[in-house]
């Protein structure tokens, strides 16, 4: 990666964007699903309507639309920062769908749940730090 | 029993889609011009390479599991749980696209599955 201030900033800009949508888009879908609801049993005319559910969520439609924003903030910022680089920093959003579920959703977070949270992000980054390629370049 | 049938479903479909779009990026080799009709151009040549039909199908599969799990789940619990897709991103990297892993990375993963059984027990 490029040392300059502008790249610095662009790079932040666009982590920040990963990490806040790709969990407000899986809080987006959780609201989504928790309105429509789990299937009964696996009947095809009950299957059916879950899916038209799902289809016509508002939820589900912007849970999708934020995780399509981070698939294009995290594919654009791994055409200038190194995956290395990227992946430990976006670790941050499993803590952030925490915080997120926590404080839109009233959802309970024990404590346990905290550490485990954070172990993960610690093991995230202990694999974002080895190399990214592994074989022979052809 | 049902969380971990979705949960199983979620990692292996999606890592296995992940990996089976990782194999269809090396079949169509590295991108070097970022214009938008090249980049037009390489979503067309990737739609060929039949490894990234199966790939889109696996994570399909993987996406529907997780709306399944997230109706009678919260989010907090489901979306770290499924870091356990790190652990079979690596098996699988290692058996399915012949990667070498190296020793941090495993550790790297050992802590991640620690981590997420840690969110398990913390389930209600």
Known sequence: MKDSPGLHLKTYIFIFFMVLFAPLGNVLLSKGMKGVG???NWAPGEIL??????MTSGYIWLGIGCLLTFF???MLVLTWADYSYVQPASSFSYAVVA???YFLLGEAVPPLRWMGIFVICVGVFIVGHTHPRTTEKL | MLEFTFLFVIVVAGTGGELCVSRAMKV???VHDFRPTALVCFVFRAMRVGWMWVGISMMTLAFFSLLAMLSI?????????TAL???AGAVGAMLFLHERISMQRWVGVLIVCVGVALVWLSRR
């Open chain 2, 28 to 30: 169509i080799g590295e």
């Open chain 1, 49 to 54: 309507h879950v899916l038209g559910s799902i």
């Open chain 2, 73 to 81: 789940e919260n989010v907090s619990f489901v979306v770290p749980v």
């Open chain 1, 72 to 74: 294009v903030a995290y």
């Open chain 1, 99 to 101: 915080m997120l579920g």
């Open chain 2, 85 to 87: 897709s790190y652990a």
């Open chain 1, 38 to 40: 789990s299937a009964k």
